[in-house]
């Protein structure tokens, strides 16, 4: 994940992006200390926060918003992620929204995809990574190419961390929709699997902090 230079940017302007980012208060903390050398506390971070106006279970943004928000998500890429993913994009886009409210919103616009990502399961092959950038898996997603688009990825092993995407020609340039793709997948959380041997988290922060999750 690309970070912002400490030096161009004061330690309220680095709060925000991360917060916008959506990232929990302690994860922030993280960043500031570890990417920027800046320590805070976690009062010293709330009352920043605080002044800021950014909160995350005050302030609730109308629900007609939300669902607003989310008509049009789902118009586009929407469709293929799940409510975790969509809350995200909610927090990405300033709406001060709960889980389970876009959950239960998404119960009723997209009761079908909410049933397909219920039932959909996949078996995972097992593998150990010693830390980040000791493995990194390379693929392609070739089901544009009829529409004259090939996308190629690298994700780091450990920590899930998109290390880079591309796609071949195409008459448009799709780099900034790759570009929110990433910044999407690396900041979201991966929960715990029972089959799993690879550390539960963000890849952002697997990958920048692996000390974290003792790597």
Known sequence: MSTPESKNQSTIELATLYFSMGFQQKEIIQFLKVLHGKVLS???????????????????????????FIEGELSKSGQLHGYKWMHL????????????????????????????????????????????NYLWHVDSYDKLKPYGICINGCIDGFSRHIIWLKAGFTTSDPKDDLDQISLEWNVHRIRKTRNAIAPAGRPAIMYEMPSVYGA
């Open 42 to 68: 976690p009062r010293t971070l709330k009352r920043m926060l605080s002044h800021a106006r950014l909160f995350r279970r005050k302030n609730y943004t109308k629900i007609e918003d939300v669902v607003n």
């Open 89 to 132: 994009r909610c927090l990405q886009n300033n709406l001060v929204v709960t889980q389970y409210v876009v959950r239960d919103i998404l119960k009723l616009l997209d009761p079908e995809g909410v049933e397909f990502h219920r039932k959909k399961r996949l078996r995972r092959r097992q593998y150990r990574s010693e830390g980040p």
